[in-house]
Structures are given as C-alpha cells and as structure tokens.
C-alpha cells in the first residue's frame, strides 16, 4: 500500500523566485488536500479537489498561489514571487470520499 | 477564539504513566474527530478518529468524545519513549481538517 507521496522533500530558494511542489496521492483516493504548517502551529488548509476539481480554497491562499490536478490524479502547488512569510511545510493529504485525511512526508520551503 | 483549542504542553510523563490529552472546538456541528501523531521534522500521522459519543480504544490509546461539552480527549496508556512526539486534535467539517496547536508529550525514561 503505496501512501501520499510528496516532492521535492526539501526547496530552498531565493525570495522571488517561483517553486512548485508535487503531491501523489494514495491510488484510490478522489480527494486531495493541500495544508501549510508553520513551526508550532498545526496544519492550516489551503485548498482541496474532488478528482480533477477543485473545490475550495481558503483565504490563505493568496493570488500568487495556484494548485492543479488536471487528471485527478497527482497535483501541484505553485507558488510564484515567493516571500520570506511563505517559508513553512507544505503538506498534503488524500481521502477517500469523506473518510480519514492520510499525510505524506510534506514539503519543506525555506526562503533566503 | 480559536477553531479547536488544545491543553497547553509541553506534558511530561513517566514511562508507564498514563498521558492525557485535551481538546476543545468550537463548531458544534462537526461530526468526525482525529487525533494525529508528529514526530519532530515528520508529518502529521493519524492515530485515532472517533464519530459518535464515547469512548473508541485502539491498543494502549482511547479517545473520549463528549459532542455537548464539545471536548474531545486521548488517553495514551503505558506511556513509552517512542510516545513522545506532538499530539494534534484535528475537527473535521464538511471537508477540511481544522488542527489545534498541538501538545508536546515527552515520556521521562
């Protein structure tokens, strides 16, 4: 049983530059959600998709971020003109239907 | 005030003692529950999920569940060293998981 697979595991770049991160979730899972965890606090939502749509996002989500799953499968959070308040881990979790939200590794963004 | 509110850590606790854990939430219509698991520098690892009024035990762990007081709790059982890790409660509503802070167990050898 393969769980929710994340890459890369670590980004460092410079303030302004543009990252994307890619999530696969568990195979049969429809649903896939993206979190930001700060040092200390739990794990703010961003946005999730229900197969190939998305069909939230929260307000944290700012316009310099976007997300993707354009088969309903894998997805991707890009975030472009990167700030030194985006550094944070980036998580992402998949389910099936309503059920229990499983996390992979996470994605680690730091900003110099 | 917050979404879900959890008891102020860190917690230290002998080996073989009994870890307590306490969570508060504020919407009053959620239905599901979760505790997770983070170890320093990993992610977030479910441990626990409970629906209805309570108690749900799963090995050395039980989770409590009181939807009128809206308080939701993890008992973990012989404390080990390999228990020490942050606890998060986790309040789900229609999709989304809304996370306390978490509280940081330490289990003294």
């Known amino acids: 049983d393969t769980g929710v697979s994340q890459d890369p595991r670590h980004k460092i770049t410079k303030r302004g530059q543009n990252v994307t991160f890619r999530c696969d979730p568990i195979?049969?899972?429809?649903?896939l959600y993206w979190y930001r965890q700060t040092l200390g606090q739990g794990p703010e939502f961003l946005t999730y998709?229900?197969?190939?749509?998305?069909?939230?996002k929260s307000r944290l989500l700012s316009d310099r971020f976007s997300a993707e799953r354009p088969k309903g499968s894998f997805s991707t959070l890009e975030i472009q003109r990167t700030e030194q308040g985006d550094s944070a881990m980036y998580l992402c979790?998949?389910?099936?239907?309503?059920?229990?939200?499983?996390f992979g590794d996470g994605t680690r963004l730091s900003i110099l | 005030q917050k979404e879900v509110e959890q008891n102020s850590g860190p917690l230290s606790v002998p080996e073989g003692a009994i870890a307590s854990l306490n969570c508060t939430y504020s919407?009053?219509?959620?239905?599901?529950f979760f505790w997770y698991r983070q170890y320093s520098g990993k992610s977030p690892e479910l441990i626990m999920s409970?629906?209805?009024?309570g108690d749900k035990e799963d090995g050395r762990f039980t989770a409590q569940l009181n939807k009128a007081s809206q308080y939701v709790s993890l008992l973990i059982r012989d404390s080990q060293p390999s228990d020490s890790a942050t606890y998060l409660c986790?309040?789900?509503?229609?999709?989304?998981?809304?996370f306390g802070a978490g509280t940081t167990v330490t289990v003294r050898a």
């Open positions: 979790a998949s389910s099936l239907g309503t059920g229990a939200q499983h």
């Open positions: 919407d009053r219509g959620s239905q599901s």
């Open positions: 195979s049969e899972h429809n649903r």
């Open positions: 986790a309040v789900k509503g229609d999709y989304k998981l809304s």
């Open positions: 409970i629906y209805s009024n």
């Open positions: 998709f229900q197969n190939e749509a998305q069909l939230e």
